[in-house]
């Protein structure tokens, strides 16, 4: 299965289709993105109304695809869940303790800014897992009242609470974190404990994969440098043989990647632990 960040969604899945028929998967599965829809309300502080739920530059752009040999059965989705909603996360406020960027607009707000779903891998319960898809908000390019690092901060909390049950029935094995952090645990901007937080839960194993020419590193940028953004977490009970960022050194997919994006593609064979 491969699961695609930043893709383009369209309400009739031609964009999922045509990748879906030209990488010869059979299923596909895709949500609308809060970027789709439109509000009538100034969501980032510019004074300006008709903001979207994410910072995009048309509808649709930015969203998630999941791609898969067997079948895939939606669970739940938190695309909806508001931000205002969440226990203990944190919303921004102005240096007078006033709501950031308005009363109004915080009651509106979801704390996803393109998808956090949770879906079933194969119909037949003993051979199937469970895998949680996500996209996070980029915790940067925002003001003092950091509500872009906030909103990252608590996107990633929600993780943990998938785990936990909190929205949904959630197993405690044969399950895997799939999706684009935007969050380094040790470089960059942003809160790099949260996502440290998420590597060392006890119900997670991290294979740290990597690369010949970025080491774990899994984007880069031109200022900011190398990054590990993108993360496979697989539960404690797989056996992971083989994982890596795809970031040769040399040949033509070293070309390739380079091209592609400033995103590399990570991978990871799971094997179900013996019974």
Avoid at 155 to 170: E, I, P, R
Avoid at 205 to 218: F, I, N, V, Y
Wanted: zero cysteines; proline letters at 9%.
């Amino acid at each position: 299965m491969l699961v695609l960040t930043k893709v383009d969604f369209d309400a009739e899945l031609q964009t999922a289709k045509a990748l879906q028929s030209f990488l010869n998967f059979e299923y596909s599965f895709a949500l609308p993105p809060n970027s789709m829809t439109p509000s009538a309300l100034d969501l980032d502080g510019d004074g300006k109304s008709g903001d979207r739920f994410t910072w995009v530059r048309y509808a649709g752009e930015g969203a998630m695809l999941l791609l898969s040999q067997h079948p895939i059965l939606p669970h739940f989705h938190l695309n909806d869940l508001l931000w205002k909603d969440v226990p203990e996360a944190l919303m921004p406020i102005r240096a007078d303790a006033t709501p950031f960027p308005s009363p109004a607009a915080q009651e509106v707000m979801p704390i996803v800014g393109q998808g956090l779903w949770v879906v079933q891998i194969g119909e037949r319960t003993e051979d199937s897992f469970t895998l949680v898809a996500f996209q996070n908000q980029t915790p940067v390019f925002d003001g003092p009242e950091d509500m872009n690092g906030l909103r990252s901060s608590a996107q990633l909390g929600l993780l943990s609470k998938v785990m936990d049950g909190t929205y949904g029935a959630f197993p405690d094995q044969r399950f895997a974190l799939i999706g684009n952090s935007n969050l380094d645990p040790n470089r960059g901007q942003g809160d790099r404990e949260a996502m440290r937080a998420l590597l060392r839960d006890p119900r997670l194993q991290d294979p740290m994969p990597s690369s010949p020419l970025g080491d774990d590193a899994t984007a880069i940028w031109d200022k900011a440098g190398n990054m590990r953004v993108s993360y496979i977490l697989p539960s404690k009970d797989w056996i992971v043989p083989r994982a890596a960022v795809v970031w040769p050194s040399e040949g033509p997919l070293h070309i390739a990647a380079e091209q592609a994006s400033r995103h590399r593609l990570i991978w990871m064979d799971l094997t179900p632990s013996p019974p």
